[in-house]
């Protein structure tokens, strides 16, 4: 609303944003990375985690802030300029944070914050887990706005000037941020509407004119007739965006007098109501708002007031004096004291800019900010970057941010004949820094991209030569589109030193198992020596089946976290890993074998009933025969029986007859087999025969138990259905597959052809 005519730096608390969310991800209020496990048709959510920001690591940051900013920060907000900047910083992480869940596809409704405590608001589809923050399904809350809101009428941002046409100044308003054009002369960022001499026919005026104040000018203040000061420059004719239905509100001020050079400040105010020229808050990049973050406000008429955020973006219809809509207008909310003059000054979260002033609640005329009421009371900001409609998608390369850039500082060389790596960091760097480094007669390296903690490193792959010294430069950077802002050059240098030949390593032995060893544990250990500190590992073909670290006596044992092959012969290999030094040790032929087949019932030498059911226990996959044999048959019986094999067995029998009844196996080889008809009295052999495919000596097996039928049943219908005798010698068999097994628990009748006996 236009009012008619009538340098701070400090380090992080924490490390900001930490890893890549590509792959796996940490956020917090603090140090942010991000992990993830790559699935074959969508990618994981990434892992977030957030830490907080101590306020005791920002004392002495907090005691260079001028002392009337630290009474406006205490008045506003009540809480310490300590407080106020760990607070910042947790905001800017929150923010960065959500940007890159976003871009790796989650779908954030909207992020809150509550001093340092962080609410990610997700859609309902969405699984995150965000450790040390709150994650909700939904949107965060609304604010009911009511009443009126009107356009703020009326070289550092927060700077009052004036807009002209010819030498006539005909109303105020306040700048916003410095930033560049795209050839890099200095231009500010300020509200559309304050470029608009009238806002039905788009009638702009032609140049701006700084307002010279000791204070602010005050909600029922009037401009000082000597105020009118040095020419800054013309508005930008054609780039005022604003009016109903445009949701943008942004325009720029070219700064082209000599009297003035554009900074990367905004005004404090003394605090608050002091001299605009009484301290400064320096801008080291851009924020997307955060619902409940602290934020400030700069401008010719309230000076340096501060809130809180009330809403990610809103879209508000602004009315001049008259009651007349003049703009629908989209941004982000907050409670802090703006009025008319106000507008397109700075709005700010701790360092970082947010946005332009552009609308507020309407007060009767000549209110001052002791009528504002936070509670009922709200601004509109035009946000810098966030949001549908910002400034910096409404510019492109017709305006860049002008911020201050932090030198890199070079923490790490390493350097050998084969090349090296250098590894710094930028304090305060975002997504839109990079760094260039050139290292004299080897190569240049630019736009290198910093990670989330700031950090850089460059991989040096060139063939450098022993003992010579090499001089570096590296430069950091700012921009989206251009490379206006940057930091001072630093210049170092690194020697190469012939690199150590490394120490032979202790030689890996392993002394069990041996090669052709045979064991039935499925995870037997492994155990040897090698080269203290060495990384050793087991494999079988492309499988790893788990490590250990060598003693410092060189000793190792490795226990496999899986069952290794079973039923057949197998090489495992021991690796061994020492620096550059890598051995191996295959053991040969190894077989774990199969469990062995057993009958649990009956038990052997058990008197039993004739309707005596076998029960057992085998392995999965098995295939498996059940032989009943009469005590009195021989060797060789002279009968004949039928037989009836199932599909891949390997029993072939044609004296053996097949043996009526019901057999059950389950997925894990119990089983059990309940025959048809009673036993007749006697003594019986049952065998029962396992096998699989693979080694013998390591899958068949066979166990077989004696016991006697003392009362029998047996067909008293005097047919020739009765069960065969056992006086004959007959021998009895089913046989079961590994199909049948895989069928696990499925019936079988196996049907046995009577034959002649000596009965």
Not at 90 to 102: G, I
Request: proline content about 4%; hydrophobic content about 35%.
């Amino acid at each position: 609303m236009c009012v008619s005519n009538s340098k701070l730096r400090f380090r992080r608390g924490a490390r900001r944003l930490s890893s890549v969310i590509a792959a796996t991800a940490v956020v917090g209020t603090g140090a942010v990375a991000a992990t993830g496990v790559a699935q074959a048709e969508e990618e994981p959510l990434p892992e977030v985690t957030l830490e907080p920001f101590d306020a005791s690591e920002f004392a002495s940051q907090a005691a260079e802030l001028p002392e009337g900013l630290q009474t406006a920060i205490e008045r506003d907000l009540n809480i310490s300029p300590a407080e106020y900047l760990a607070n910042a910083e947790a905001t800017k992480v929150a923010s960065d944070a959500a940007q890159r869940l976003e871009a790796s596809g989650v779908d954030i409704k909207g992020v809150e914050i509550d001093g340092q405590d962080v609410t990610y608001y997700v859609g309902a589809e969405v699984d995150l887990e965000v450790a040390g923050a709150t994650v909700e399904v939904g949107e965060p809350e609304t604010p009911e706005y009511d009443g009126d809101y009107q356009v703020l009428e009326d070289l550092k941002g927060g700077y009052g000037y004036g807009m002209a046409i010819g030498n006539q100044i005909y109303s105020r308003c306040s700048l916003g941020f410095s930033g560049y054009d795209g050839g890099g002369n200095d231009r500010f960022l300020s509200a559309g509407h304050c470029g608009l001499a009238d806002f039905s026919t788009g009638e702009e005026y032609e140049d701006a004119y700084h307002l010279d104040l000791d204070e602010p000018i005050g909600g029922n203040g009037e401009v000082p007739d000597d105020a009118a000061g040095e020419k800054i420059g013309p508005i930008v004719a054609g780039s005022n965006h604003f009016g109903v239905d445009v949701h943008h509100d942004g325009g720029l001020v070219d700064v082209t007098s000599d009297a003035w050079t554009g900074v990367p400040q905004v005004s404090e105010w003394g605090g608050g109501q002091g001299n605009p020229a009484d301290g400064a808050i320096t801008i080291y990049d851009s924020i997307d708002p955060v619902v409940g973050a602290d934020v400030c406000s700069s401008g010719a008429t309230t000076g340096w007031t501060c809130g809180e955020i009330e809403s990610e973006e809103e879209t508000w219809e602004l009315q001049d004096r008259q009651g007349n809509v003049v703009s629908t207008t989209t941004g982000p909310t907050f409670d802090a004291c703006v009025l008319g003059g106000d507008s397109g000054g700075s709005v700010v979260v701790g360092n970082y800019a947010l946005g332009v002033n552009s609308g507020g609640s309407t007060l009767p005329p000549e209110s001052d900010c002791g009528d504002w009421d936070p509670e009922a009371h709200s601004a509109l900001a035009y946000a810098v970057s966030s949001g549908e409609y910002n400034a910096f998608d409404l510019f492109g390369a017709e305006w860049e941010l002008n911020v201050e850039v932090n030198e890199p500082v070079i923490d790490q060389v390493t350097a050998d004949e084969e090349g090296a790596t250098i590894s710094g960091s930028v304090e305060n760097a975002g997504p839109n820094h990079h760094v260039d480094v050139h290292v004299d007669g080897v190569n240049a390296y630019e736009d290198i991209e910093l990670d989330g903690d700031g950090e850089f490193v460059i991989e040096i792959d060139e063939a450098l030569e022993v003992g010579t010294e090499y001089q570096f430069t590296a430069q950091a950077f700012y921009g989206r589109n251009a490379e206006h802002s940057f930091s001072e050059v630093v210049e170092d240098s690194f020697t190469v030193e012939e690199a150590p030949e490394e120490p032979e390593a202790e030689e890996l032995v392993v002394d069990s198992p041996s090669d052709g060893q045979t064991t039935s544990n499925t995870r037997p250990p492994f155990e040897g020596t090698g080269e203290p500190g060495a990384e050793v590992a087991l494999s079988v073909g492309d499988d790893e089946f788990g490590g250990a670290t060598v003693s410092d006596e060189g000793d190792w044992e490795i226990e496999p976290d899986s069952d290794l092959p079973r039923g057949e012969r197998f090489d495992a290999t021991v690796t061994q890993t020492a620096g550059e030094d890598v051995q191996e040790v295959t053991i040969t032929d190894l077989g774990i074998s199969l469990p062995e087949v057993s009958i649990t019932a009956p038990e052997d030498g058990a008197e039993v009933a004739g309707d005596v059911t076998f029960e057992g226990t085998a392995f999965a996959g098995a295939e498996l025969s059940l032989i009943l044999k009469p005590a009195e048959a021989g060797e060789e019986g002279d009968n004949t029986s039928a037989q009836m094999l199932s599909e891949g067995s390997t029993v072939e029998d044609e004296d053996m007859g097949v043996w009526e009844g019901e057999f059950d196996i389950d997925e894990d080889g119990n089983w059990t087999f309940v025959p048809d008809e009673e036993l007749t009295e006697g003594e019986y052999t049952v065998t029962a025969q396992a096998t699989a495919e693979g080694d013998p000596e390591l899958t068949d097996s066979e166990d077989a138990v004696t016991f006697t039928v003392v009362a029998g049943g047996g067909d008293d219908d005097g047919d020739e259905d009765d069960l065969p005798d056992t006086g004959a010698g007959n021998i009895m068999l089913i046989v079961l597959g590994a199909g049948l097994l895989a069928a696990g628990g499925a019936a079988v009748a196996l049907r046995a052809r009577r034959q002649a006996t000596n009965a």
